[in-house]
């Protein structure tokens, strides 16, 4: 684990696909005892996982989202597009390919300390709409409702 101070440690830039967007302005069950919105970039290269975990962050490794690491932000994240202009996180689905300026910074909870991720700047470079699995459903097909 990296033993820089705080002030020391310069955000990086990072590259990957984005899970679970809507988390970045709305609490979910995990979340809402925390105060805590929530990036979540999947998909990681390895130089990027390499990086974070020189930095003493941790990086998860799930079945769909690959390499991943999760930042988090007392305040709501809003994400841009490529010129600037904000998206709304609800209806960035995943996979949706973006860059994410992350600082690492110190926290302790009781007995256990480490370096988490805050994100800095989001910027979605290829979106996927999100689309609720109700609108996947054809209107023809309603006389096969059982």
């Known amino acids: 684990m990296a033993t820089n101070n705080e002030s020391s440690i310069k ?28 990036v979540q970039l999947g998909k990681l290269s390895a130089a ?3 990086k974070l975990e020189d930095l003493g962050m941790v990086v998860g490794d ?18 841009t597009d490529e010129e600037g202009d904000e998206i ?9 390919k973006a860059m994410v300026v992350v600082a690492p ?12 991720a805050s994100p ?6 290829e979106l996927i709409k999100y689309t609720p699995a109700s609108a996947d459903i054809d209107s023809e097909d309603d006389e096969y409702i059982l």
């Open 11 to 38: 955000p990086i830039k990072i590259a990957g696909e984005l899970f679970y967007a809507k988390d970045m302005c709305e609490f979910n069950q995990y979340t809402e005892d925390s105060q805590k919105y929530i």
């Open 48 to 50: 990027a996982v390499d």
């Open 62 to 79: 799930h079945a769909d989202k690959g390499r991943f690491v999760t930042c988090k932000s007392k305040f709501v994240i809003k994400p």
């Open 88 to 96: 709304d996180p609800r209806i960035i689905g995943n996979g949706s």
């Open 105 to 116: 910074y110190n926290w302790s909870f009781g007995k256990k300390k480490g370096i988490g």
């Open 120 to 125: 800095k700047r989001v910027v979605v470079t």
